[in-house]
């Protein structure tokens, strides 16, 4: 597909480890995390369409996310103060990172040439990660749809918890 990034990580990998300012003002580590599974978002842009539609469904099943233990964390370049405004806009339920200097989309391998009505730019592409409590990644979505990818990400964990109950029962 043009315009998806080549990552160098792949499932199985442990994820690049970072730490970042969210939206509210504190800082979160991916270290400090360990022992649950971490859904990393990437998106390109607050308050553009595409972008608000995929922090909606997020928010919009966020108490199933945190039945599965979950920790969503949604990273665009864009500043804290931007964050602020789009968490409180969206009434956003889980911390935006702010990765200004592009650090973590590059760890990530997010970070990229796109192109949009012929022109060519870098920008973050949308991309999610699913990291396990271990901090390996478990799964990569590089084909986001918007609309419906929150369901796509909470059922493939809701599948990974029944699988790992069914391991342990038998």
Wanted: net charge positive.
């Amino acid at each position: 597909m043009p315009g998806s990034p080549t990552l160098k990580l792949k499932e199985g990998d442990l994820a690049p480890l970072f730490v970042a300012q969210t939206s509210g003002g504190a800082q979160v580590s991916l270290a400090g995390l360990r022992g649950k599974n971490v859904i990393l978002y990437f998106y390109p842009r607050d308050n553009t369409p595409g972008c608000t539609k995929e922090a909606c469904g997020f928010r919009d099943r966020f108490a199933a996310f945190q039945r599965q233990g979950a920790i969503i964390l949604g990273v665009s370049t864009d500043s804290v103060k931007s964050h602020d405004r789009f968490v409180g806009k969206l009434s956003l339920p889980f911390p935006l990172l702010a990765d200004e200097d592009r650090k973590i989309a590059e760890a990530y391998g997010v970070w990229g040439q796109k192109s949009f009505l012929g022109h060519k730019y870098m920008g973050v592409h949308r991309v999610t990660f699913l990291i396990g409590p271990e901090g390996r990644i478990q799964k990569i979505w590089l084909k986001v749809k918007p609309n419906t990818h929150a369901s796509e990400v909470l059922e493939a964990l809701q599948a990974r918890s029944e699988r790992q109950r069914v391991s342990v029962e038998h």
